[in-house]
């Protein structure tokens, strides 16, 4: 079992920045794949960067320059650092893990989930 904690969320105005954290459990969370989504009101989940065992990093186009996904093996937290923050970047932000094969861009191909993470961005 892998349990994910997000935190850091919050109300912040365009063009500021916010960091969210998620703190993993699991034996073997250097092997994981971690993903960040998100959720806007009325749409789909949706990708937003991944972090695989490797150290490579992916993300949307939409966010691609602006976040940045990293991990600390160390204390089992994966980070996504969020800079130059727009009204559109409204959403709840997710955490999860693959613990084995598949695409890094589906929310199914992931087995783990956080509770979710509330980032508002003001206008």
């Known amino acids: 079992q892998v349990q994910l904690v997000e935190s850091g969320g919050g109300l912040v105005q365009a063009g500021g920045s916010l960091r969210l954290s998620c703190a993993a459990s699991?034996?073997?969370?250097?092997?994981?794949?971690m993903g960040w989504f998100r959720q806007a009101s009325g749409k789909e989940r949706e990708f937003v960067a991944a972090f695989i065992w490797t150290s490579s990093t992916y993300y949307a186009d939409s966010v691609k320059g602006r976040f940045t996904i990293s991990r600390d093996n160390n204390k089992d937290t994966v980070y996504l650092q969020m800079n130059s923050l727009k009204p559109e970047d409204t959403a709840v932000y997710y955490c999860?893990?693959?613990?084995?094969?598949?695409?890094?861009?589906?929310?199914?191909?992931?087995?783990?989930w956080g509770q979710g993470t509330q980032v508002t961005v003001s206008s």
């Open positions: 999860a893990a693959r613990t084995k094969s598949g695409t890094i861009y589906k929310p199914g191909d992931y087995d783990y």
């Open positions: 699991g034996r073997t969370f250097s092997s994981y794949t």
